[in-house]
């Protein structure tokens, strides 16, 4: 009974002590999984931020997020980044409309653009081109996180005949041989919208200026030549561009592609990078275009303090590497392991040298280009009553007349053959009982580009003729309109210095109105665009008129300076170039 009862006590014994032990272990685990749960920040409630970029930077953005978040989340900070492709030019878009703004050539936001709270740009043009249209719309405090030179890409073969790599190239040997060599195609992306384009254009045509040796009428020709010659090989995006380039090294498939075209020195790099049958050289001409430098600006208030935090990662040597396996440079234009420098650049950019363009002086450029590109059809009308034989002391005492035939003359240099024109003149019975009279009727410019300077060489002043504005208004909205062509913007130009004044009587202002009105059709928009010369014009009673069917009014109480009041007016057209647009101001109008 003992030896049982011994038995028995050290077997209860051994239970007690495994079921200690089970008890030791249990809570054992259950602190390690306590530690391990309550050691691990939670993320439930993680701040949010987005990142919207151009695709050639999101590959780098998205690595230096994830780290940095990765970072923030060990040291109990959470922070959900999302890095997402957008357009700059969409952002840009979606930016201005905030303000019921729209930049040249860029148009209305497509609806689908997001705006994210932290914006990377891929050039700071983006962010002064904005600032034009809206000062406090965006921040100041923009920081570059990265470079990529805008070079002349050129296919290999072709540059060797430029003096490529010995030579040191310029932008006005390639205005030289755009001008002296019909073989050589240039092309750009569309630089409204492109900021390689837009700072290749920028470069070329100061050069093109500078070509002109002083001579104002010379270098206007020449930089229209140079544009014209751009405008020909545009493209509306980069992929489609670099497909124009030769894909063979023979003479033939040389000479059939594309020469020339200014690019980023990443698209030079990508390219080359999966060996086609011909590399193209990136060519650091001079003077050197503006780079892109990739500014991100905080467009959220209230997550600065953590995209503040973000961007100090950005100054890293680890970002600097995630850019250069991408082609592109760090801010301070230094690459990073893994960057395929190109032949004959350089290791490091010099800093940028001289003043980055004003946005006035970007503007002015792309109304010069869709005057160019634009695709129009045209019905020019020139005011030819008494008052315009009143002589402009701005101008050397040359008349109003002298003076706006010279504008359309030198407006009308800039059109090229696909556009249409027709002239009138008008005043009170030029024709008969009609106070307007047809010079030129519209019609391809490249069979009557003659006629119509022959027309306008021979307008003359009605010494005692008065000013029948709004009949004539009438009128040449429903010549317009009775040939309209679709796929063109279809518009009315009236060039006048004085207000409606018809002895005979006329139209009234609100009698014009209801009859515009009523024959306005959405489906076949016409532009009415009104230019008043001098300080005699009714310039609330032209508002009226183009605010009621579309259009505008530009006015010069300087008559010397019409001809840069003719340019804007012409690319007026361009801010409802897309019917779309048109019907929704159309309908905006109507109620």
């Not at 991100?296 to 250069?324: H, M, N, P, W, Y």
Request: aromatic content about 6%; hydrophobic content about 45%; overall charge neutral.
């Amino acid at each position: 009974m003992k030896g049982r009862h011994r038995s028995a006590g050290s077997s209860g014994g051994a239970l007690k002590l495994g079921a200690a032990a089970v008890a030791v272990l249990v809570v054992l685990a259950g602190s390690w999984y306590a530690f391990r749960k309550y050691s691990q920040p939670s993320c439930g409630s993680a701040a949010q931020l987005s990142i919207g970029a151009p695709a050639d930077i999101v590959p780098a953005l998205k690595a230096q997020a994830t780290a940095w978040s990765d970072q923030a989340k060990a040291n109990d900070n959470c922070v959900d980044i999302e890095v997402f492709e957008e357009d700059p030019a969409d952002v840009a878009a979606a930016l201005a409309g905030k303000v019921n703004k729209t930049l040249t050539g860029v148009g209305q936001a497509n609806g689908k653009t997001r705006i994210p709270d932290v914006w990377v740009a891929d050039s700071s043009l983006w962010l002064a081109r904005l600032r034009a249209v809206n000062p406090q719309g965006v921040p100041n405090n923009a920081k570059s996180i990265a470079r990529s030179p805008v070079v002349l890409a050129m296919p290999e073969p072709i540059a060797t005949t430029f003096g490529w790599p010995q030579k040191k190239i310029t932008y006005t040997d390639l205005i030289s041989k755009v001008a002296t060599d019909q073989k050589v195609k240039v092309g750009i992306v569309e630089p409204s919208r492109d900021s390689t384009g837009l700072g290749g254009l920028l470069t070329l045509a100061a050069a093109a200026q500078a070509a002109g040796g002083g001579n104002a009428t010379q270098a206007t020709q020449v930089a229209t030549a140079a544009l014209r010659a751009l405008a020909a090989g545009r493209s509306s995006l980069r992929a489609d561009l670099i497909q124009k380039f030769p894909r063979g090294s023979d003479p033939t498939a040389l000479s059939s592609g594309l020469t020339v075209a200014p690019l980023s020195e990443q698209a030079v790099i990508q390219y080359n990078g999966v060996q086609p049958p011909v590399r193209l050289a990136a060519i650091y001409a001079e003077p050197a275009a503006p780079a892109l430098d990739y500014p991100a600006v905080v467009l959220s208030s209230d997550k600065a303090s953590i995209a503040t935090e973000l961007l100090k990662s950005f100054d890293s040597q680890d970002f600097r590497d995630q850019l250069g396996a991408i082609g592109l440079r760090g801010a301070d234009g230094a690459p990073g392991k893994g960057f395929a420098t190109p032949s004959n650049a350089p290791a490091t950019l010099p800093a940028p040298s001289g003043a980055a363009p004003d946005a006035a002086t970007v503007e002015g450029l792309l109304s010069k280009w869709q005057a160019i590109t634009l695709p129009a059809r045209m019905l020019a009308v020139i005011d030819v009553s008494g008052s315009m034989l009143e002589t402009v002391p701005t101008a050397g005492n040359a008349t109003r007349m002298q003076v706006t035939l010279e504008a359309a003359r030198k407006g009308m240099s800039l059109f090229d053959d696909s556009w249409a024109l027709g002239v009138w003149e008008f005043s009170t019975l030029m024709d008969g009982t009609k106070d307007y009279k047809q010079l030129v009727p519209i019609g391809p410019l490249v069979s009557q580009r003659t006629q119509c300077l022959q027309a306008l060489s021979q307008i003359q002043a009605k010494k005692n003729g008065d000013t029948a504005l709004y009949d004539t208004i009438l009128a040449a909205y429903k010549t317009v309109q009775q040939g309209y062509e679709s796929g063109r913007v279809n518009s009315v130009i009236v060039m006048t210095d004085g207000a409606n004044d018809d002895p005979a009587g006329g139209l009234s202002l609100e009698q014009l109105i209801a009859e515009l009105k009523k024959a306005a059709d959405p489906a076949k928009p016409i532009q009415v665009i009104l230019i008043g010369i001098g300080d005699k014009v009714d310039e609330a009673h032209m508002r009226q008129v183009t605010d009621a069917v579309g259009g505008g009014t530009f006015v010069a109480p300087d008559p010397a300076k019409i001809g840069d009041i003719f340019l804007q007016a012409i690319c007026c057209a361009a801010r409802w170039r897309s019917r779309s647009n048109y019907q929704r101001d159309f309908r905006a109008r109507a109620s």
